[in-house]
Structures are given as C-alpha cells and as structure tokens.
C-alpha cells in the first residue's frame, strides 16, 4: 500500500505539503496541489483515515455542498438575487446540524475540482455526510456522490443511490394552484416568465401551468412564455423587452419573488397598474414579498420544512439506514394585494 512518503516523492514536496492539501489548506500553490493530486492517483493512495474503523473514531463533521458558477465560490454570489431563497435554507440547516450535535463544513469546490479529488478531501476529512444545495444537474459532484458511500441528502436536485436521497418542493402542485387562482379571477390570457427550461424547477412549474391551463380548456401560448435568468435584473429586462412584443395578457405568473420584482418594476415603467391592469405572482414566499407595494401573491417553498428533513434524512443515513425515502415538501398558495379580477375588455383598450 502507497505512503504519503511516496507520494511526497512522487510529487517532489514534503510531507506537511501533503498534509495540508488533504487537509483543504488554502495556503498551497495550485502547481503544488495539482503535483500531489496526480501522484496520489498514479500511487492509488487513500489516506490512511480511509482504513480506519469509523465506528471507533466517529466523525461529527458534516459538509454542505452550494450550487457553484464558474470559478465562482458559492459564498461569493450569495449576494445575488436569485440566490436569496436560499439564505433561509443555509439558516435551518445550520440549526438542525448544531441540534444534531454535527459541525458544518464548507468545501472549496475551487481546491477541488476534479470529482475524485473532491470525494477525496471529504474523506480526508473523516466527513460524516453531505448536504448539497440547489447543484445544476452537470455538476460533476452529483454521480462522484452517489458512487461514493459518503451519506449524501441533495435539496432541490433529485439525486437518489443506497447511501443518498432528496428533498425537493412540489413544484407541479404550487404552479396549478397559482393558475387556477388567477383562473378564478377571470384570467385566461396568462404570461408566465421563469427561469431556462434546463432546471426542472421551470420545467416542473411550467408543466403545472399548462396541464392547468389544459384541464380549463386554453391551449398554452407559447408567445406568451418568457425564459430568463433567475435573477431580478434580468427578468426586468426581459419584460421590458417582451412588453414591446405583447399586449394581450391580463396576468404574470414570475418564476420566483426577486423575479417579480424586475417584472413589476418594468409593468410600472410601462404605466400598468398591478393589479388593476396585470395581475402578477411569484414564487418562494420570500419574507420581502410581503412588504412590497402591492403585496405579492406568490407560492410558498417551505423551506424550513426542506432543511429540517434534510438534516433528519441524512441522520438516518448517517447511522446507517437503508432505503431512506426522498421528500416532496407541499407548496402553499398566499394570496396578498397583487392579484385581481381580470380586466374587461374595454378598460384593456383604455
């Protein structure tokens, strides 16, 4: 079996270097790491914590795994709009891992790039199990995860293996409630602006609002769907666009609330009155969403509820349970001041 002294040969450094990166130490050159990464794969070296009986030396560490953009740190774009739906969720979790009588650790993803290497620093790390948040179906941390053993609870990405499951939000069910509500107001002419159809939250949602709008007898038009970033100023600027192209509709269902934002921001540039002339939702239930003016109806994500099953979930992993079943959190209609009966004809020529 390989040493670390081999590898610290192999890689020509010393072996506190080879410490420090299994350790994660931010205080290696990139040369240096890459060096003693290819020579512990050219070895077939596992660190020695990888042998040992985890029984006897339990870790109480668990790592939190955040979507990432580029070379970006997911900390780093916490800032952005479309990431606000998920400070509450890095709250709860927090909470539910300290309760749990766990640490919460945060991976750079940048020191660890490559799939293996990233299983190999949780190793390193006597990691105890993983949450990931909200990874884009392509993030290569995904399948490295389920081929692991490491014990592993995905939010918002529906990853499933023996020693992993998921939390999501019914996503579906929120987008029928939200339609048939405006429905019910008399709408039949409704936009939808939302986030690109390769995250199966859009999907999901936007299938919920066709087979809605199906089962009331209205064909989806497809001028009437708008695809954006998820973000406010985008969704601004996308309805400033789209406004120019279209006149016919009496409502707006935004793929979430900081998307509502920019879109009321550019109904308001236009002179339309929400809800008198356009009736606008959201999605997410964000606490600004309520203070606005008007006061966004929008569909509550649960996300305390997704957070505390998720920490649950992966205890139960943790110690070893098998089959543990995925969560589908129930979204929640809140109707506020931003919806109303749909215009009649005459005052949409006004």
Known sequence: MATSRQVAQLAGVSRATVSRVLNGSPRISAEARDRVHAAMKALGYEPDVVAQNLARQRSYMIALGLYHEGEELAISTLSRTENYYYLDMIKYIDRGVAAAGYDLFLPSLAQNKAPENYIRSLR???????IMLAL????VRIQALLQSAIPTVFIDTRGQGEHATYVDSNHMDGARQVTEHLLSLGHRRIAIVTGPLTDPA????????QQTLAHAGIALDPGLLCLTGWN??????????FLEQRHDFTAIIAGSDMMALGILRA????????????????FDDLAISQYIVP?????KADRETMSKGAVQRLMALVEGEDAVPPLIVPSQLIIRESTGPAPSPSMQEK
């Open 232 to 241: 406010t100023d985008e969704a601004y600027r996308a309805t400033r666009t």
């Open 124 to 130: 390193a790390r006597r990691i105890a199990g993983t």
């Open 136 to 139: 884009d179906l392509a993030d």
């Open 295 to 299: 006061s966004l109806t929008t569909v």
């Open 202 to 209: 859009s999907t999901e949602r936007l299938l919920g609002f």
């Open 267 to 282: 109904l308001h540039e236009r002179g339309l009155r929400v809800p008198q002339d356009v009736s606008l939702t959201g």
